[in-house]
């Protein structure tokens, strides 16, 4: 199959672009380096002679595994990976012809149509599409390379990912492969010829026809622009300065004391006692109680026993039991004790911190628990009793919000989002729901909105802030793409030190009933009609 270019423009010519002003890793499939663009001039030619693979990187490197550049996006679509392939016929059920025919025609209609969204809602994407013998690969280009250093690899890779997240997560895709988020991917070389067909991996148009070759900065043309690479950066460390918070918040909990003070007073400390009186505790725990009470001078088998009674599973009138408890106790002294002694080393109870992670603390109920008292930091504690008191917004929400043509539904998962939209059987958008009753009564008197911090969670696509006052006659709406792109700042408040907070100015809100529903509606409406964003 020949290939065509626009106007003066030779494959040469091409491949020169194709490899950038930055270096690149090519391989078939071993890697090597090279900042030599016509290095991959020759590649291409000599993997074609001795039918090879001609494989390059799809984005820039520095050195041999050092990627310094995110130029392009990269997604492969296919019908059948070649480890899916061996298995099945490992297994003696070959992949048939017939099934494979019918996999390329939902796999193209798939991507046909993934192709169409990506120029919705003003994004005017232009992706170079690339026929491979089982697929396509997808690239989307970024308009401007963003290059980093090696030590901010990681945090790059998370960019990579953010940024193909958002356009796989346009639709469901069932032929996409899942290692399209992998930054240091290698891919074939588009104008290549494929070692096992011999045809050209030809480059197709959104309708997957073969099209002129263009050069590269048409697609940058219609890239991915620096803002929203941004946008996403600016996401990204808003998620790491939430991560941090939490972490102070565990760190600001946790016991001080080691507390072994009190279990080398002979005392067994009070969330061991609460575990012996409720006569419940798990493995682990029971493991744990082993060395607290030999810590606090119980050290003998028949002392253990006489402990370990207090569990419900303990039974004085079934032997068996009884030898159960017996051997257990038995192999705690011999494999975990002995070895200890014989070293000359100390045998020691675990510590407060240590069973704080476990979730045994009981917290403030303890004495020696020294986080009681002192508010923690970054979010508040989670509230039970709160939590249920103020569930009644949620109901009220279902009584006010209406989306013609669509279902809202309470979230059956309580640690989910508040409220579910559903359309034909399936979720496709949500409303968390905020009670604004201490400070909002009538006028909203303030010139931003604090979204919560711990919210974040909730920010997916298709995804609402919904705040009422205290008696439910002023709310407002605020789309969490809108909450998460605002300005993070820390407070302290009643219940915590430092919480985090997405600072909304007000004029970026929906406000009252009637608007907030003429806006969902719209927007649920225009996303089904063009489809999802």
């Known amino acids: 199959m020949n290939l065509e270019f626009h106007g003066t423009l030779t494959q040469t010519d091409w491949l020169y672009e194709w490899f950038g002003s930055l270096g690149r890793e090519l391989g078939n499939p071993a890697r090597f380096f090279t900042d030599n663009p016509n290095i991959l001039v020759e590649f291409v030619k000599k993997c074609a002679e001795e039918k090879t693979p001609c494989f390059m990187s799809v984005n820039s490197y520095s050195a041999y595994d050092r990627p310094c550049g995110i130029e392009k996006l990269f997604f492969e679509f296919d019908i059948a990976k070649e480890d899916e392939v061996k298995k099945r016929e490992e297994e003696g059920k070959p992949i048939t012809e017939e099934e494979m025919k019918q996999r390329k025609v939902e796999m193209e209609f798939e991507l046909k149509t993934w192709l169409s969204k990506l120029s919705f809602d003003g994004r005017n994407i232009a992706p170079l599409v690339c026929k491979t013998r089982r697929g396509y690969h997808v690239y989307i280009f970024l308009s401007k ?54 045809e050209v991996c030809i480059i197709v148009d959104n309708n997957l026809v073969q099209t002129k070759i263009r050069g590269l900065n048409y697609f940058r043309l219609y890239g991915i622009i620096p803002v929203e690479v941004a946008r996403i950066i600016d996401l990204l460390k808003k998620e790491e300065k939430l991560k941090k918070a939490k972490e102070e918040q565990l760190k600001a909990e946790m016991p001080k004391s080691r507390g072994w003070v009190q279990v080398r007073q002979g005392k067994i400390r009070p969330c061991f006692e609460k575990a012996l009186d409720v006569g419940e505790a798990c493995h682990q725990q029971r493991l744990a109680l082993l060395l607290e009470a030999y810590c606090s001078s119980i050290i003998t088998v028949e002392g253990m026993m006489e402990l370990f009674s207090r569990f419900h599973d303990y039974d004085e009138n079934i032997p068996n039991s009884k030898h159960i408890c017996r051997t257990q106790v038995g192999w705690f002294f011999e494999r975990q004790v002995k070895p200890l002694l014989d070293a000359g080393k100390e045998v020691k109870p675990y510590k407060c911190s240590t069973i ?6 009981l917290k403030e109920e303890c004495p020696i628990y020294k986080g009681g008292g002192k508010k923690p930091v970054g979010y508040k504690p989670f509230d039970p009793v709160s939590y249920e008191k103020n569930r009644w917004v949620e109901d009220f929400l279902l009584t006010k919000i209406n989306i013609p043509d669509f279902v809202i539904q309470k979230n059956s998962d309580k640690h989910g989002i508040d409220i579910n939209v559903w359309k034909d059987g399936k979720m496709i958008g949500g409303i968390e729901a905020e009670w604004h009753g201490r ?3 009538d006028k909203f008197l303030f010139e931003t909105v604090h979204c919560l911090g711990r919210k974040f969670k909730y920010a997916q696509p298709h995804c ?8 439910g006659s002023q709310v407002l709406m605020i789309p969490f793409d809108i909450v998460i792109a605002s300005k993070m700042i820390s407070l302290n408040n009643a219940y915590c030190d430092k919480e985090v907070y997405f600072d909304v100015p007000v ?7 009637t608007r907030i529903n003429e806006y969902l509606s719209n927007y649920f409406h225009q996303m089904m009609k063009v489809g999802k964003p």
Not at 356 to 361: E, L, S, V
Not at 507 to 513: L, R, S
């Open 145 to 198: 390379v963003f290059t980093f250093e090696p030590k901010h690899f990681e945090f790059a890779k998370k960019v990579y990912k953010k940024l193909c997240d958002r356009f796989t997560n346009m639709m469901d895709l069932k032929y996409v492969d899942d290692h399209n988020s992998n930054i240091k991917q290698l891919a074939r070389v588009p104008t290549s010829i494929h070692q096992k067909s011999g």
């Open 356 to 361: 704080f992670k476990h979730g045994w603390c």
């Open 439 to 441: 400070h909002w009564k």
């Open 464 to 471: 609402f802030y919904v705040m009422v006052n205290e008696d």
């Open 507 to 513: 004029e970026k809100c929906v406000w009252g009933w």
